[in-house]
């Protein structure tokens, strides 16, 4: 069974930044493409960016487009997500996930952004 493990969410200022991470384990994430996704507490699960290992093409939602950065590492088997310039809107739970879907995704964790 796929394990995803997400860490790094915490309180941030506006303006401020994070990286998230995602570890991955029982399938090695350098055959697979990998995602990220958020949700505000109420609403609907949104796709944030995707990564293709094997190219490393990269994707980003218009909502984080050049704000955030999707990486891997292959050693470790970690995605990373780093975002920058955050704003309350930023405020979510974030989940990893294996391919493009939503499923399957790790447990979350929580950003908020405020002062």
């Known amino acids: 069974e796929v394990q995803l493990v997400e860490s790094g969410g915490g309180l941030v200022q506006p303006g401020g930044s994070l990286t998230l991470s995602c570890a991955a384990s029982r399938f090695s994430i350098s055959s697979t493409a990998m995602s990220w996704l958020r949700q505000v507490p109420g609403q609907e699960l949104d796709w944030v960016s995707s990564i293709y290992t094997d190219s490393g093409n990269t994707f980003y939602a218009d909502s984080v487009k050049g704000r955030a950065t999707i990486s891997t590492d292959n050693a470790k088997n970690m995605l990373y997500l780093h975002l920058n310039s955050l704003t309350s809107e930023d405020t979510a739970v974030y989940y990893c996930?294996?391919?493009?879907?939503?499923?399957?995704r790790g447990q979350g964790t929580l950003v908020t952004v405020s002062s």
């Open positions: 996930a294996q391919g493009t879907s939503y499923s399957p």
